[in-house]
Every structure is written in structure tokens, then in C-alpha cells.
């Protein structure tokens, strides 16, 4: 199976398997390791992502379920993230030296990157625990195996589709709203808010990619595309903060300004890209597109 929807399937039972799938490909990435404990964990964390995703299209139908799931899985995927945060800040600045404006800055990077790949290291190092942290993950996916065995919906036709469109508006509704936040703001929250929603919308799209699964791929890498964009904001921002609480991670104080100076440089158009990427993306009105997919869905199912 795949993170898709079947038309043609009972949708407690298209749901529940669907969700289940995200937590036993998760417990067996951890268990099994292939690329090694680090790869195993992002993969995990993958998977909690779309699952998040999945139980938020349904939150008007089950909201205690959804606000219950949501906050265990958020949990999860936070005890598994400190070797991973630090590993991503090292990419980072490799990302930043790929947009250097001058050799001296180019250097200055070379630095902290040096810096922070060695306390990514320590941390990997101290990190003593990382075998207890995934038996306790995989212990409460077991739990959350168990609750979504007991999560049930109204079957009927016309009650799956009208969950479906109602769901649908809410994403695109929560992300409108974030897209206009961000036209005439800097604000990283801000930013990042317009990222999960994206995020949602885009893994949704592949939830219901059968209703008119060309339409869906494009939607949903125009989405994927975005969330680049503000991922590496995000990761910026992120960057920024470690270095005004850690100055010491620069190395020096002419290393600093340097780091400071391109990620300003860099953010700027970030910036400008995600609104003009938002703006293609989210360019339907919610409830006019929610129709839209409504339809689709209902035909696809006949």
C-alpha cells in the first residue's frame, strides 16, 4: 500500500490502514537500520510527518482523536530530533556556501562549518541515551497502533466525500490565512507557520492524488518546491539563533558578521521566492477548490 487513498474503499478502513502503515514502516526503519541509526530516525520522522498530515484532514470529524494523536506523535518525533537539529545545521551552512559573495566570506563559512560539524559530533557522542529514546518511540507507536484501531468514521458515500471537502477547505483556509501573514512581515514564525501548512496541503494532495492523479503530481510539486524554500528560511532562522545565544560557534567575531551578512543576504530572496511561490500554489480560493477535489472524489468512487 501508499500514502494514498481508495476510492473505492470503506474509509474507516482505507483510514485506519493508511495511518498504520506510516507507524510500521517507522517502528521497522528504527528496528532494522539499513543506513544507519541517524538516517533511521529522519526516515522515522518522515513518516510522523504524514501521519500528522493525515489525522489533520480529518480533525473536524474527530477532533479528540486528532488532538490526542497530534500531541503523542509531536512527542515522538521531538525525542528523536536533537542529533538530527544539529546534523541539519551543518547542512545549512553548507547550502550558504554554495550563495557566497566573496572569497573572505567563503572562508569565514569554511569555519563554522568546521565548528558546527564538530558539535554536531559531540553531541552525537554524548548522546548516551539514543537506544532507550527509540525503545520508548517504538513503545508508543504501539499505543498509537492501538488508538488508531479504535478511530471509526460514517462510511456512507456522501458523508466521506463532505468530511473530504470539509477537511480540504480547513487546510487551504489555515494556509491562506498564513500566506497573507507572510506578504508584508519578515517574521521567521511566521514563515515557518506557512511552511507546515504547505506541508500539509502537499502531503494531503498524494492522500487524494487517485481523484486525478496528474493534477495532483503537479499540485503537489509546486507544494514540495515551496516547502524548500521555507525549509531553508526556516533552517536560517534556526542558525541565526544558535549563533546569537552561542557566538563561539563562529569561531571569531569577523566569522560572525560574515555568517550574519549572508544569511541576511540569503533570507531576503527566500523571502521573495516563497511569496511568489505561495501565491501559485494557493492561487484557488479554499472553498472553491474544496468543491473542486469534492467532485472529483465522488466521481473517482463511481
Avoid at 500514502?3 to 474509509?11: E, H, L
Avoid at 473536524?60 to 542529533?83: H, M, W, Y
Avoid at 553531541?123 to 525503545?135: F, N, Q, S
Amino acid at each position: 500500500m501508499s500514502y494514498a487513498f481508495n476510492p473505492g474503499r470503506p474509509f474507516t478502513e482505507d483510514f485506519r490502514a493508511v495511518g498504520a502503515e506510516q507507524i510500521e514502516r517507522a517502528v521497522a526503519v528504527l528496528e532494522q537500520r539499513p543506513q544507519g541509526v541517524h538516517e533511521a530516525i529522519h526516515d522515522a520522522r518522515k513518516n510522523f510527518k504524514r501521519l500528522r498530515s493525515l489525522y489533520r484532514l480529518v480533525a473536524c470529524d474527530v477532533p479528540l482523536f486528532q488532538k490526542q494523536e497530534n500531541a503523542r506523535i509531536r512527542a515522538i518525533g521531538r525525542n528523536l530530533s536533537t542529533v538530527r537539529d544539529a546534523a541539519a545545521l551543518v547542512e545549512n551552512i553548507n547550502y550558504l556556501r554554495g550563495q557566497t559573495n566573496s572569497d573572505e566570506q567563503g572562508a569565514a563559512l569554511d569555519q563554522v562549518y568546521t565548528l558546527l560539524a564538530e558539535r554536531r559530533d559531540r553531541i552525537a557522542e554524548t548522546e548516551t541515551d539514543v537506544e532507550g529514546k527509540i525503545a520508548a518511540t517504538i513503545a508508543n507507536c504501539g499505543q498509537a497502533i492501538a488508538a488508531l484501531a479504535e478511530v471509526s468514521f460514517n462510511d456512507g458515500k456522501r458523508k466521506t466525500v463532505a468530511r473530504l471537502e470539509k477537511g480540504w477547505r480547513r487546510t487551504l483556509k489555515l494556509a491562506a490565512r498564513a500566506k497573507a501573514a507572510c506578504e508584508a512581515d519578515t517574521d521567521a514564525a511566521l514563515f515557518h507557520e506557512l511552511r507546515k501548512r504547505t506541508q500539509d496541503y502537499r502531503l494531503q494532495l498524494a492522500l487524494m492524488r487517485a481523484a486525478w492523479p496528474s493534477a495532483m503530481a503537479a499540485k503537489s510539486a509546486e507544494a514540495k518546491a515551496l516547502v524548500d524554500v521555507l525549509g531553508h528560511l526556516n533552517d536560517l532562522a534556526t542558525l541565526t539563533l544558535l549563533i546569537n545565544e552561542e557566538p563561539g560557534l563562529a569561531g571569531s567575531s569577523q566569522n560572525q558578521a560574515h555568517l550574519i551578512s549572508a544569511v541576511i543576504t540569503r533570507e531576503e530572496a527566500l523571502r521573495s521566492e516563497a511569496r511568489k511561490r505561495a501565491a501559485t500554489v494557493f492561487r484557488d480560493e479554499p472553498k472553491s477548490e474544496s468543491r473542486t477535489v469534492a467532485l472529483l472524489w465522488r466521481k473517482a468512487g463511481t
